[in-house]
Structures are given as structure tokens and as C-alpha cells.
């Protein structure tokens, strides 16, 4: 069953997760973002859709600024040939379109496939802000509240670090 943001925003409450939403025009990638939502708190998180040669598939949440090398990560998630997935697996399993990728998508993943990436550097932020299934709007909530959130979806959880 593919969830709507109204039904996302319920599991939210339902979890005490406290939020806010921040409505915008379409955005698509962070400089988008950047020019088109500067009301949205910073700072801004990309997330990335991947797949491995062994047909394994993770979700990796990180700061914008975090310099995320896909050869690097692969070797320290031990996921050979880590590569963007192809926009069909993304439906799949995540029932959103390229733009609208968040954490907050894998209320979709009733099977838990999708393997969760998150940066470590985000857990040290004051809030941060995902799409809640539309590229029309940020949810901002804490990063503790996140992990409630990841926990409520029961995928698999790592932790990854970027830092030089």
C-alpha cells in the first residue's frame, strides 16, 4: 500500500514525533532547494537511493555538505559495485519519484528491504528536514526523532562517516 503524506503525518503523531511542515514550490535536488525553499530550516539533508552488484538496496541519509564518495562508502558498507538505482527499483520499494526521496519513505518498505545509511554527522544537528512523500514540502523534526521514526519502520539501521 502506497502512503500518503496525510497518513505519513499520522504515524508521526501517533509516535509523538513533534514536527513542522514548510510548503514550497517542487524542489528536486539541494540547490533547488537553496533558491526556491529558503524558508525551510537548515540544514538541508540529501538522500540517496543505491544499489549494490548483489542487488542489495540502502537508503543513505547525510548532510548536504557531507562529500559522500560512492567507492569509499561501498568499501566501508562492504557493498561492492555501489551505484545510483535505477528509478524503477526506487518505485519499487519506495513508492516516490527522483526528487522526493526521504527516510520518511520508507513507510512504503512493508517488507524492511531497504537498508537504512545515516550519517553521523546528522545526528549532531539541532533538527533536520526531509521531503513527507512530495517534493512540495520539508518536514523538519529532531534527529532523535528521526531514529524513533526508523525504529517505527523496522528497516535495518548503520551508521556512516564521511569525515576526512
Same mark, same amino acid.
Given at each position: 500500500?502506497?502512503?500518503?503524506?496525510?497518513?505519513?503525518?499520522?504515524?508521526?503523531?501517533?509516535?509523538?514525533?513533534? =514536527?513542522?511542515?514548510?510548503?514550497?514550490?517542487?524542489?528536486?535536488?539541494?540547490?533547488?532547494?537553496?533558491?526556491?525553499?529558503?524558508?525551510?530550516?537548515?540544514?538541508?539533508?540529501?538522500?540517496?537511493?543505491?544499489?549494490?552488484?548483489?542487488?542489495?538496496?540502502?537508503?543513505?541519509?547525510?548532510?548536504? =555538505? =557531507?562529500?559522500?564518495?560512492?567507492?569509499?562508502?561501498?568499501?566501508?558498507?562492504?557493498?561492492?559495485?555501489?551505484?545510483?538505482?535505477?528509478?524503477?527499483?526506487?518505485?519499487?520499494?519506495?513508492?516516490?519519484?527522483?526528487?522526493?526521496?526521504?527516510?520518511?519513505?520508507?513507510?512504503?518498505?512493508?517488507?524492511?528491504?531497504?537498508?537504512?545509511?545515516?550519517?553521523?554527522?546528522?545526528?549532531?544537528?539541532?533538527?533536520?528536514?526531509?521531503?513527507?512523500?512530495?517534493?512540495?514540502?520539508?518536514?523538519?523534526?529532531?534527529?532523535?526523532?528521526?531514529?524513533?521514526?526508523?525504529?517505527?519502520?523496522?528497516?535495518?539501521?548503520?551508521?556512516? =562517516?564521511?569525515?576526512?
Amino acid at each position: 500500500m502506497k502512503h500518503t503524506p496525510d497518513m505519513l503525518f499520522e504515524l508521526l503523531t501517533r509516535l509523538a514525533i513533534k =514536527s513542522t511542515t514548510y510548503q514550497h514550490p517542487p524542489v528536486n535536488t539541494i540547490e533547488e532547494a537553496l533558491a526556491l525553499a529558503p524558508n525551510v530550516p537548515q540544514p538541508w539533508c540529501k538522500n540517496l537511493f543505491l544499489k549494490d552488484k548483489n542487488d542489495a538496496v540502502y537508503l543513505l541519509v547525510a548532510l548536504a =555538505s =557531507s562529500q559522500v564518495q560512492l567507492n569509499a562508502l561501498a568499501k566501508q558498507i562492504n557493498a561492492p559495485g555501489l551505484r545510483f538505482a535505477p528509478t524503477d527499483v526506487l518505485e519499487t520499494y519506495l513508492q516516490v519519484q527522483p526528487g522526493e526521496v526521504s527516510p520518511f519513505a520508507l513507510i512504503n518498505d512493508q517488507e524492511h528491504k531497504v537498508v537504512v545509511l545515516i550519517d553521523e554527522a546528522l545526528l549532531a544537528q539541532v533538527q533536520v528536514g526531509f521531503h513527507p512523500l512530495t517534493n512540495t514540502a520539508t518536514t523538519v523534526i529532531t534527529p532523535h526523532d528521526l531514529q524513533t521514526f526508523l525504529c517505527a519502520c523496522g528497516n535495518p539501521v548503520h551508521y556512516v =562517516s564521511f569525515a576526512h
